[in-house]
């Protein structure tokens, strides 16, 4: 079993950033993969940024890109989602969710992570 925490939500005018936590206790060495996922009222759940907890490489969604930045604290078994210029369309409730080997689907397919956190809400006024 692994538990996430996410925390570090909040709101915040466009342009601005903020810096989303993923805490992890349990059994975390079963995990090979931490996603941030994002999902806006009526929209379906996307994926934002993942890191391999191997050699800690990245991936980002498009929508994204030059704007978050992920990165892990082993030390204190955190994930973190930096974000910068942020834009109205980035609100949504942000999730942290883990992925372990053998699971199926591409690293944004939120149907191959095991484990989720609760989410934290992230609101960007124009």
């Known amino acids: 079993q692994v538990l996430l925490v996410e925390s570090g939500g909040g709101s915040v005018q466009a342009g601005g950033s903020l810096r989303l936590s993923c805490a992890a206790s349990g059994y975390i060495n079963s995990v090979n993969f931490i996603g941030w996922f994002r999902q806006a009222p009526g929209k379906e759940r996307e994926g934002v940024a993942a890191?391999?907890?191997?050699?800690?490489?990245?991936i980002y969604g498009d929508s994204v890109k030059g704007r978050f930045t992920i990165s892990r604290d082993n030390a204190k078994n955190t994930v973190y989602l930096q974000m910068n210029s942020l834009k109205p369309e980035d609100t949504a409730m942000y999730y942290c969710?883990?992925?372990?080997?053998?699971?199926?689907?591409?690293?944004?397919?939120?149907?191959?992570?095991?484990?989720w956190g609760q989410g934290t809400q992230v609101t960007v006024s124009s």
């Open positions: 890191i391999y907890t191997g050699d800690s490489s990245t």
């Open positions: 969710a883990a992925k372990i080997p053998g699971s199926s689907g591409a690293w944004y397919n939120q149907y191959g992570y095991s484990y």
